[in-house]
């Protein structure tokens, strides 16, 4: 006599019970299995050595703490990525040293400002820096996602950064802005007077390019420069507009 489809049910999870607790019940895997499957695999790293977690109803909790804001990032995404995993409450504190705002600042900012030499891109990366209890928040303007993505994972790796804030915005793919960059950081750098700040690695003259409108960052070392950067761009053809945002060192930011 065959068994019915009704009655082999109450049998094979009888069954599974009897050998262990469920691993599997009808394709949803217990908080248990993915506890473990999260502290195994996921977190099995050195860098997530003082993480744990915890599993309810397929939520996993994240405690503890890392070294640096970017194993907290990674830690969400690679527990975001175990299959069962419904969603990630990440309460793991970044440890390490405090350091001062003003300092923690001027280390951030060293580090965006470096970020990307060799790419040929650095002067057209006009990114923001402010510091405020620890927690960074960057914005300007970057030349593509590359660049932003990469000014946030270099600024999540030093120590002393407590959180990281993405406003960065990222200018317009145009062939016609690119053209216009190439030609004003030519202008620019290429004056007699300007074409010593071209010796830094990090072009500390920023050019930024939103569908014909240039707007220049960064800091150079008088108002003769600062006038001269501005000239030498609105003499580039195709260029609507000019906004010099330069800064001269030692002078208190315009408002």
């Given at each position: 006599?065959?068994?019915?489809?009704?009655?082999?049910?109450?049998?094979?999870?009888?069954?599974c019970?009897?050998?262990?607790?469920?691993?599997?019940?009808?394709?949803?895997?217990?908080?248990?299995?993915?506890?473990?499957?999260?502290m195994?695999?996921?977190?099995?790293?050195?860098?997530?050595k003082?993480?744990?977690?915890?599993?309810?109803?397929?939520?996993?909790?994240?405690?503890?703490?890392?070294?640096?804001?970017?194993a907290k990032?990674?830690?969400?995404?690679?527990?975001?990525?175990?299959?069962?995993?419904k969603?990630?409450?990440?309460?793991?504190?970044?440890?390490?040293?405090?350091?001062?705002?003003?300092?923690?600042?001027?280390?951030?900012?060293?580090?965006?400002?470096?970020?990307?030499?060799?790419?040929?891109?650095?002067?057209?990366n006009?990114?923001?820096?402010?510091?405020?209890?620890?927690?960074?928040?960057?914005?300007?303007?970057?030349?593509?996602?590359?660049?932003?993505?990469?000014?946030v994972?270099?600024?999540?790796?030093?120590?002393?950064?407590?959180?990281?804030?993405?406003?960065?915005?990222?200018d317009?793919?145009?062939?016609i802005d690119?053209?216009?960059?190439?030609?004003?950081?030519?202008?620019?750098?290429?004056?007699?007077?300007?074409n010593?700040?071209a010796?830094?690695?990090?072009?500390?003259?920023?050019?930024?390019?939103?569908?014909?409108?240039?707007?220049?960052?960064?800091?150079?070392?008088s108002?003769?420069?600062?006038?001269?950067?501005?000239?030498?761009?609105?003499?580039?053809?195709?260029?609507?507009?000019?906004?010099?945002d330069?800064?001269?060192?030692?002078?208190?930011?315009?408002?």
């Open positions: 006599m065959s068994m019915t489809r009704r009655s082999l049910i109450p049998l094979l999870v009888a069954g019970m009897l050998v262990s607790p469920c691993t599997m019940v009808f394709g949803q895997t217990s908080d248990a299995d993915l506890r473990a499957e999260i195994n695999k996921a977190l099995n790293k050195s860098e997530f003082g993480v744990q977690a915890s599993v309810h109803d397929g939520v996993a909790t994240l405690t503890g703490t890392v070294d640096v804001f970017d990032r990674r830690a969400d995404e690679r527990v975001h990525r175990v299959k069962g995993v969603g990630v409450d990440n309460e793991i504190e970044v440890a390490g040293p405090t350091i001062p705002d003003d300092e923690l600042q001027q280390k951030v900012l060293k580090a965006v400002e470096y970020d990307r030499v060799g790419y040929r891109v650095t002067p057209f006009a990114i923001s820096v402010n510091v405020q209890d620890g927690v960074v928040t960057l914005g300007g303007h970057a030349y593509g996602p590359v660049d932003a993505d990469s000014a994972a270099t600024v999540a790796n030093i120590k002393g950064v407590k959180d990281v804030v993405n406003d960065i915005q990222v317009p793919v145009s062939p690119d053209r216009i960059r190439i030609a004003v950081y030519r202008s620019v750098y290429g004056f007699t007077s300007l010593r700040y010796i830094d690695p990090a072009q500390p003259i920023r050019i930024s390019v939103q569908n014909g409108h240039v707007t220049l960052y960064g800091v150079v070392d108002q003769a420069d600062k006038n001269a950067a501005g000239i030498r761009a609105n003499t580039v053809p195709g260029v609507f507009s000019v906004t010099n330069l800064q001269v060192a030692g002078q208190a930011p315009e408002k």
